[in-house]
């Protein structure tokens, strides 16, 4: 018997119960520590109105799907949680006493390319720590980042650690032209180093400008890499415990694809995964935008690429 | 501090953690028992191509947004999960053995009045059993819907117990032309007597047809309503275990909004709600429009409704 096909979207797939079991352990051991470390969960539509999506900044992942509803109104799926939770916190919270800590288990959306097997529609996991500045509120972020890791049983992850404001300075002072700064972060952010050679060349720059905005950016380690412009980065780590501490790679080309993130951005990797398995960082301006101006940390992990890790680490084992 | 207003999408909310915290035990509670009796959870896409979603048979609910994605494909947010799991069934399991026992926690969208504080997106708990003909699948499917709602810590539920093809049956045999059949079922599905009765002062009827067209949809009771037409259902609660067979109330006029049920039909009320908490029942001709044809029945719960439920009993006791 040959099976009917009936197509579904273009980057999406459907779960079957043997995955969703394990994708559903997965998700009940995040929870649990979100849970622990005190951060209340929250649910928000799968649409925003365009409008709201668009205070996360230009240059971020376009939106999969527009939609126009029966009153008019421009909709897009949300591309993440931390938008929709920074509306929810300028709306609902509007005079809480922070730090206020948030988590969410939810569908995003982005357009991607499908063919290099990026999925359109993927569940995330995150926390959002509005209120708490600097490094102690990266920090915290990037404990229970780990204590999340760690209970869902992944053993040999690491997180790199950059600064989203490092390159943008780098380009400040090379006196690189506003209008050529996006392109050059685009190519950054894909860690497409030929690309960014490429855009570096068609610029009118000195040969150390240049040569030094081709290399810092690939240079990984650990903290003797940092230079003068780490020290922040510094201050986080001393306030990790050691099993955390000794998670970290800094990394001073990590540049994340979404627009809001302004200082301290990380990302997650495993050698049972090619690509990072989830990431985040800090967004001190984007409550302001909302009308709740407090400096944030959060970060989400795609529960479907930590489930691949997972049964890659087992395989590896 | 006046909180700025973001709006958000017409007849959707934001869930904040109280609530949320409530509503994952609600869910705990349902699939721990769908677990229990052997349901496996999938996840599908929130979009479906609208040629998949057609299948499911006109009348059914408007799908509330509609998209053209960039490779020109007309897609729209599912208005439930049955016809995307009759989709899996026909692509996924072509050649498994029956019966198939499947469950699901999902967001679905309807176009609402949200001015009946009826909501677009809800996320939707349910099974679907199929390959498990006539009044045993049923009666598995009322037993597992009453052992999921006793687990949530409902106590004053019924019930009700219909069957969808009753009134066809009742206009096929008074002589109601077709093309006035679908507005007839409509206001019946709606509970709307006074729009059934005008619409049945239009029809050339005898008096005696327009009384019982208008009366027996009406009639709810014990097992002394069934006529000669309700052995199907007689058979039904004939196979129940005591504890679920008092929670039933026959309902002559029961028939459900959507277009694919075939057969027994039900529905849950409350003390603590006035509209449904959720409802099911056959659809034995679905799966065939896929290229699988299997018998098959399901329910749906709204988790929120559920919720509501629980806080009302709670205030009435």
């Known amino acids: 018997m040959v099976a009917v096909i009936h197509p579904i979207p273009s980057g999406t797939r459907d779960v079957l119960p043997d995955e969703m079991r394990e994708l559903r352990a997965i998700s009940d051991a995040l929870r649990g520590v979100f849970d622990r470390e005190g951060y209340g969960e929250i649910a928000t539509p799968s649409l925003e109105h365009e409008s709201v999506l668009a205070r996360g900044g230009a240059g971020g992942p376009l939106p999969a799907y527009r939609v126009v509803d029966d009153h008019g109104a421009v909709l897009a799926l949300r591309s993440d949680m931390t938008v929709p939770i920074a509306r929810v916190v300028a709306t609902r919270y509007a005079t809480a006493d922070p730090p206020l800590r948030f988590c969410y288990f939810a569908n995003a959306f982005r357009s991607v390319r499908p063919h290099r097997g990026q999925q359109r529609e993927f569940l995330q996991a995150g926390v959002e720590l509005l209120g708490a500045p600097g490094a102690e509120g990266t920090a915290e972020a990037l404990r229970v980042l780990c204590a999340s890791l760690d209970a869902t049983g992944l053993e040999h992850y690491r997180v790199g650690l950059g600064d989203a404001s490092l390159y943008p300075a780098l380009l400040a002072e090379a006196g690189v032209p506003e209008e050529a700064r996006a392109g050059l972060l685009h190519e950054l952010s894909t860690r497409d180093f030929v690309g960014l050679e490429r855009k570096l060349r ?44 000794a998670r970290v790679i800094f990394d001073l080309g990590l540049v994340r694809d979404l627009a809001y993130y302004t200082g301290a951005v990380f990302e997650v990797y495993d050698p049972g995964l090619g690509q990072p398995i989830g990431g985040g960082g800090r967004y001190d301006e984007l409550l302001g935008r909302f009308g709740r101006p407090l400096p944030a940390v959060g970060f989400a992990l795609t529960v479907d690429s930590l489930h691949v890790a997972l049964t890659g680490e087992e395989r590896l084992s």
């Open 202 to 245: 068609a610029l009118s720059l000195s040969g150390e400008a240049r040569e030094r905005l081709l290399t810092v950016p690939q240079v990984r380690g650990g903290e003797e890499v940092l230079g003068d412009g780490g020290a922040g980065l510094r201050a986080v780590v001393e306030l990790l415990p050691d099993d955390v501490r």
